[in-house]
Each structure stands twice: as C-alpha cells, then as structure tokens.
C-alpha cells in the first residue's frame, strides 16, 4: 500500500527566512507526485506534479524537487501570504487514486 | 474555466435527515473523486469515477453513503440518514491526465 510522510507537521518562520518542507513516499511505481496549497476554508490548490526522479519546478518562491524516495518544498525568502497548508500526493501505475500526506501547517510571521 | 463547482458550500441539518451534494466537475475531465476532510482523519478518498462509472468506492464509510454520476457534468453525494459522525468538508475533485483539481468544498453540520 502506498504511503506518503511529510515534515514536519508544522513550520513557523519569519519573513524572509527560507527552508523546505519534506514529502517521503513508498510506492510500487511512482507515476506522479503532486503538491496542493490549501488555505483555511478552501479546497487544495494545485501547485505541481513531478513524474521522475531530478525533475524540478518552480512557481514564484516556491520550487519542488523530486528523489526516488522523496520530494522536497522548497521555499525562499517567504513572506506571509505563503502561510497555508502544504499536501503532497503520490499517484502511482495501477492504481488511479492519489494518496495524501497529512500536510505541514507553514506559517510566516511578519 | 469556472473550476470545480459544489453546492452547497455549506449546509447545516439535524441527524436523521437526508443529504445531498452536487458537483460539476471541470469541462473535459474524465475522472471525478469526492473527499471527505477531518481534522482527525486528514484528506480521505471516498469514491471515484472514470468515464461515469464508479471505479473504487472501498473508502465510501457505510451503506448510508452513495454516489451517482448521471452524466459527464454532473456527480451527486447522498447520506442518508444523516449522523453528526459525518460532520466534516466534503470535497469533489476532478482529473485528466496528471493534474487534478479540486472544487472549494461543503462543509456539513449535522446536529
């Protein structure tokens, strides 16, 4: 069964401070692995999808990276508007269903 | 695009009473998922679709619980009868190939 670990639980950092939120994942064959923002009251916001292992995105301070065993969040120089919650998901061969990480909590003090 | 759209985004009812909530999924997707979201339990799969037809309904909590998807645009969730058990977001997702989206949510309150 497919299995998805993100860390930490929670995250607070000051404005302008950067570090990376963690995505572990076991699967049978990694097809895909997403990554949501989710604000308090909202549905998950699609962010990205990584298919293989090196492959990286980037979207304004944010850029994700993927292993074989794991995915990383990488945020730089944060401000507050960057506060939310942070899921990651695998997809993976087989199986259409996305399987969801508990999600880090990020909060940027001003 | 309009997205995702559910309704209702919210809905309060007493225990015993029927439930039902709507989604119409993103023109052209041919996968649609509904979640169910706690903060105990996290983001939970209830049940999918693909082309229309369920395809996996093993997270769907009891008999209480079914969902239809009539047509391309449109899937309905029902619970009947109602527990305050069930209180929690309802989310109705949708796919196409790698990417998949959700809708903004109905949060029911069963009192």
């Known amino acids: 069964e497919d299995q998805v670990t993100q860390s930490p639980e929670a995250l607070r950092l000051q404005e302008g401070e950067s570090s990376s939120l963690n995505c572990s994942y076991t699967v049978s064959g990694l097809r895909g692995l997403f990554w949501y923002r989710q604000d308090p009251g909202k549905g998950p916001e699609f962010l990205f999808t990584?298919?293989?292992a090196g492959e990286e995105k980037e979207k304004e301070r944010l850029k994700a990276t993927l292993t074989k065993k794991e995915s990383f969040l990488h945020i730089t120089a944060p401000k507050p508007e960057d506060s939310a919650t942070y899921l990651c998901a695998v997809f993976d061969f087989g199986n259409e269903k996305l399987t969801f990480g508990t999600g880090t909590r990020l909060t940027i003090i001003p | 695009d309009a997205g995702v759209i559910q309704s209702p985004r919210h809905e309060v009812t007493e225990m015993g009473q029927e439930v039902t909530l709507r989604c119409k999924p993103i023109?052209?997707?041919?996968?649609l998922f509904w979640y169910r979201q706690t903060m105990m339990r996290g983001l939970e799969l209830l049940i999918y679709?693909?082309?229309?037809?369920?395809?996996?309904d093993s997270g769907m909590p009891e008999d209480r619980f079914s969902a239809k998807m009539p047509n391309a645009s449109f899937s309905t969730l029902k619970i009947q009868p109602s527990e305050p058990r069930d209180s929690a977001v309802y989310f109705c997702?949708?796919?196409?190939?790698?990417?998949?989206?959700f809708g903004p949510g109905t949060r029911l309150t069963v009192t």
């Open positions: 679709f693909n082309n229309n037809v369920p395809i996996d």
């Open positions: 997702a949708s796919r196409t190939d790698y990417e998949q989206y």
């Open positions: 990584l298919y293989s």
């Open positions: 023109s052209g997707h041919n996968s």
